[in-house]
């Protein structure tokens, strides 16, 4: 009892230590605005030019230790360890006629000269070399040259690959289809992903000014959030010299920082326009939102970073870059909001409100009274007489939602779910076209044989590959000084997307190669980058069930903490999951099953990578939006000790302000579908889904609606472990004690304290107030 007790002092002690820095750090940036708004210039500045300076080194490498891709290229590695660079293909077609025609070598041959004196082209191998006869189709109307490069992409700039797909354009003629295709290429002609962002922000700005009425109430969260994303976007940078990041890093921790640095500073800027209305100066009011809407911020981004970093269970290093990125990001933007906010705060005054609030303002004398009315007050009602009814037509709509889940197909993108204008997705299906579906993802089976029977068996395993259903074409390649090491190359009949293809790489590797080595000491493995893509799904699958326990517990016992109640803590972890599945479910629909058309571009499975980060992302952000919500009705529950009126306060007065961040953040996922690259279009329209459903039917409907039906058991809490949790609450501790002190929501008023007569439900007669525009 004795350890409870200091516990929970300490606790107290911590919690009240917690209320004076905050109130300290948002009174200090006020007063010392423009210092502390030099300061974040200096640092965006100075950040910015040191990484400008360094250049970025992101990396899309990853290991994946005893898979039998990796031991491929390890084999690799040791056959052939003067690997060349970048590879890629120039592609060309006629529609009549044949690739041997006089009239297309007289266009094509020139074209692959000028090619060849192009910066850092190392070798030209054309289909009408000796060396390069096999590079014509079958039917003699597709062909392609291999472009290798000295360097490596990474190394090389977009400009280079512009030039090669200008350079191979110019052989077009009537009849005469020429395209690139290469990983350098399809990064060259991606739209600038600025496009994306600047939309995203327009849109955001747009639902701002409806939301708030103002130009300058408007512009403090989008200037918040662009000093931080741009900061960390020059720090992400500078991390990629010390650890591997890898390339859609920067524009995935954009897409989080601004949808959560906007909403962020949304949530503050609300509670300090209505603590201005309520009578109070820009300062305290500036203090008071900080110290109940930036202590929601700071849990609510700490649980976001938490989630992102859980990541690291997966001991994946190619995703330990990701999440550090991204959970920087949300450090930087949760720093903005409450440090550069209220400096900015400090420099409008009473200018975040509206001309007509100012005047409506000056004329009641410097307190304008909230509405006791409105939509969100009446949608509250409703909710608190319906709970059974809207909790089944919640149910109903989520479960159905995610139902597309359970066919869930984790595999990669390529070049074949490019948009059709661009041409490395022509280039693509002319290969398929003429050469197969399966030319586009070859498989490497690499083996060891260190005696001439295990040769013998070599030559065995490319016969029977020739005989196996779903090879189209099987050769063993010669190696110079590789040792015992084997090279055979097999080409599948369906694409690498295709679930055929995956069916089989595990027939290879369990029945056929197995069958072979039987009674010799060869050892073959298969591997290939579509192999490396399905061991990659293999491992993150096997991984997935950690990962969610880890990020769901980690969640649960914050919540624990905040809200002092089991069933608070409980009732989050499982909408997070069923957010989660919904908006899968939604993701899989689109891009799986191919129902998002030219939206999602061809049908495929969903990346491998996509769920873990999804999740994380889900988690932190279906927190936000729990923490915001019940923080306001766990303040009523405190003083009012009424759930019913707790529960209808509380979604009455947030409602508004989360339906108008969950807009905003739609606004600025959704608007990267025109990024142009499928895993940053299903990141998009997977987290605006996920957003939307949230929002939208979990916390408006389902969540008020369960916590109508639980009653006074959502705050349940047994006493012996009540005595020996710390304090972490969301709100200040004077919430407690005096709800209608600094930072109270203005005008409502608070069950017994209130006056208010008990109705048979046990809530009060009197209606609060909800809103105060």
């Not at 939509?375 to 909710?383: E, F, H, K, Y």
């Not at 000491?521 to 096997?542: E, P, R």
């Not at 919904?582 to 990578?609: C, E, N, T």
């Not at 005595?723 to 972490?728: A, D, G, I, Q, V």
């Amino acid at each position: 009892m004795y350890g409870s007790g200091r516990a929970r002092d300490f606790g107290d002690f911590a919690r009240t230590m917690g209320d004076v820095i905050v109130a300290s750090v948002a009174r200090w940036c006020f007063r010392h605005k423009w210092l502390v708004i030099l300061f974040w210039v200096a640092a965006l500045v100075g950040i910015g030019a040191a990484g400008s300076a360094a250049g970025d080194a992101y990396s899309n490498a990853f290991s994946l230790k005893g898979t039998e891709s990796t031991t491929v290229l390890n084999l690799l590695d040791k056959a052939l360890p003067a690997q060349s660079g970048e590879a890629d293909t120039v592609v060309w077609h006629v529609d009549s006629g044949s690739v041997r025609d006089a009239s297309v070598k007289q266009r094509i041959t020139p074209m692959l000269a000028k090619v060849a004196k192009q910066k850092d082209v190392g070798q030209v191998v054309s289909p009408y070399d000796p060396a390069g006869a096999a590079q014509i189709s079958k039917d003699g109307r597709t062909a392609y040259a291999k472009i290798t490069y000295t360097k490596l992409g990474n190394d090389m700039a977009n400009s280079q690959a512009q030039l090669l797909i200008d350079t191979a354009h110019s052989a077009r003629a009537p009849g005469l289809k020429v395209e690139v295709g290469g990983n350098k290429p399809a990064q060259a002609e991606q739209p600038v992903p600025e496009v994306a962002e600047t939309v995203g922000i327009a849109a955001a700005g747009v639902v701002l000014f409806l939301a708030l009425g103002s130009l300058f109430g408007m512009l403090l969260p989008i200037l918040t959030a662009l000093f931080g994303v741009g900061i960390s976007s020059f720090a992400i940078i500078l991390l990629s010299h010390g650890m591997n990041v890898a390339d859609f890093s920067p524009q995935l921790a954009t897409l989080v920082g601004l949808g959560v640095g906007i909403d962020y500073a949304l949530f503050i800027v609300t509670r300090h326009r209505k603590g201005i209305l309520a009578g109070k100066t820009p300062e305290e009011a500036a203090v008071a939102s900080l110290n109940t809407s930036g202590r929601a911020v700071l849990f609510a981004g700490g649980t976001v970073c938490i989630a992102l970093l859980g990541m690291f269970t997966l001991r994946l290093s190619f995703l330990n870059g990701v999440a550090v990125a991204a959970a920087l990001t949300v450090v930087v933007t949760v720093a903005a909001a409450v440090t550069l906010l209220p400096a900015m705060l400090g420099v409008l005054k009473m200018r975040v409100l509206s001309r007509r609030q100012r005047r409506k303002l000056a004329a009641a004398g410097g307190v304008l009274e909230a509405k006791p009315n409105g939509p969100a007050a009446r949608w509250s009602a409703l909710v608190q007489r319906n709970p059974r009814a809207l909790a089944l037509v919640a149910v109903v709509v989520m479960g159905t939602l995610a139902v597309p889940a359970l066919s869930l197909r984790l595999g990669s993108s390529d070049q074949g779910n490019n948009p059709t204008t661009t041409t490395t997705r022509k280039a693509y299906d002319m290969l398929s076209d003429g050469f197969g579906p399966g030319f586009n993802g070859p498989l490497t089976i690499l083996a060891t044989a260190p005696t001439a029977g295990d040769k013998a068996a070599v030559t065995k395993l490319v016969t029977t590959l020739k005989s196996t259903p779903g090879i189209a074409y099987a050769a063993q390649v010669p190696l110079k000084n590789a040792g015992d090491i084997e090279f055979v190359n097999a080409v599948p009949t369906t694409s690498p997307q295709d679930k055929a293809t995956s069916d089989l790489i595990k027939h290879l590797r369990h029945e056929v190669v197995p069958a072979v080595e039987r009674g010799t000491t060869m050892h073959a493995y298969v591997g290939g980058q579509t192999a490396i893509f399905q061991d990659f799904a293999t491992v993150l699958f096997d991984k997935l069930p950690l990962f969610i326990g880890v990020i769901i517990a980690l969640g649960f016992v914050l919540l624990l903490f905040a809200f002092r109640s089991l069933v608070v803590p409980l009732t989050a972890a499982v909408m997070n999951l069923v957010a989660a599945a919904a908006s899968f479910g939604v993701l899989i629909a689109l891009f799986q099953w191919g129902w998002g058309g030219s939206l999602a571009g061809r049908a495929g499975p969903i990346d491998a990578f996509l769920p873990v980060i999804m999740l994380s992302l889900l988690f932190g952000l279906s927190m936000d939006y729990q923490v915001f919500l019940v923080s306001r009705m766990h303040e009523e529950w405190v003083h009012s000790r009424d759930n019913a009126r707790a529960v209808r306060v509380g979604l009455a007065e947030t409602s508004r302000v989360i339906n108008s961040a969950a807009v905003i953040m739609i606004c600025v996922f959704f608007a990267f579908v025109l990024s142009g690259e499928r895993v940053l279009a299903m990141f998009g329209i997977g987290l605006a889904g996920a957003v939307a459903l949230d929002a939208f039917i979990l916390r408006t409907v389902l969540v008020p609606s369960l916590m109508h039906l639980f009653g006074k058991g959502n705050w349940w809490l047994p006493d012996w472990l009540d005595k020996r949790l710390p304090h972490l609450a969301v709100e200040p501790a004077e919430e407690s004690a005096a709800f209608a002190g600094a930072g109270a929501i203005p005008g409502a008023r608070t069950g017994a304290a209130s006056g208010g007569a008990r109705d048979s439900d046990g809530d009060t007669d009197r209606e609060p107030v909800y809103s105060t525009d």
